[in-house]
């Protein structure tokens, strides 16, 4: 029986964030095909107050690294990009009315942006883990 890195097993697993060099998360659920994704809380501290989120539209089929949106804030523009590639289920419509709850909890249960339906799990070993991207914003 072969042995699986403790990051992949966490993957599979569901509940391990993984994060890209653009700031944005994803967490797969525990089926491992479903994933969650939004931007990091240093993303969110560095945009400021945001005042619109420009959230995509269910049934999209995205390639990891396109757009899928975007959070407008008092500072600035960021296009959110998906860390994955897949088909876009669903898109967090409170944001719509109150996107001022990504600076309250980014990566929590209200902040998320997008769930997709995640077409290549492998994809995810290309990005961070909480210590690798706490690091990255370090530097």
């Known amino acids: ?35 969650t994704i939004g931007i990091s809380q240093y993303a969110a501290k560095n ?3 945001v005042v619109y989120v420009e959230l995509p539209t269910g049934d999209l089929e995205v390639k990891a690294g396109d757009s899928i949106g975007a959070v407008e ?6 296009d959110i990009m998906t860390p994955v590639s897949g088909t876009i ?11 001022g709850v990504i ?16 077409k290549d ?7 961070m883990d909480a210590q690798a991207y706490g690091e990255f914003v370090e530097e």
């Open 1 to 35: 029986m072969a042995a699986i890195a403790p990051s992949r097993l966490a993957l599979r697993l569901g509940g391990a964030k993984k994060y890209t060099k653009d700031h944005e998360w994803i967490e797969l659920s525990e089926d491992g095909k479903t994933g």
């Open 47 to 49: 945009l400021g107050d």
């Open 73 to 78: 804030s008092v500072k600035s523009a960021s």
């Open 89 to 99: 289920l669903a898109a967090n419509d409170v944001l719509q009315e109150q996107p």
């Open 103 to 118: 600076n309250k909890g980014p990566e929590g249960d209200q902040g998320w942006i997008a769930r997709i339906q995640v």
């Open 121 to 127: 799990p492998a994809e995810l070993d290309g990005l």
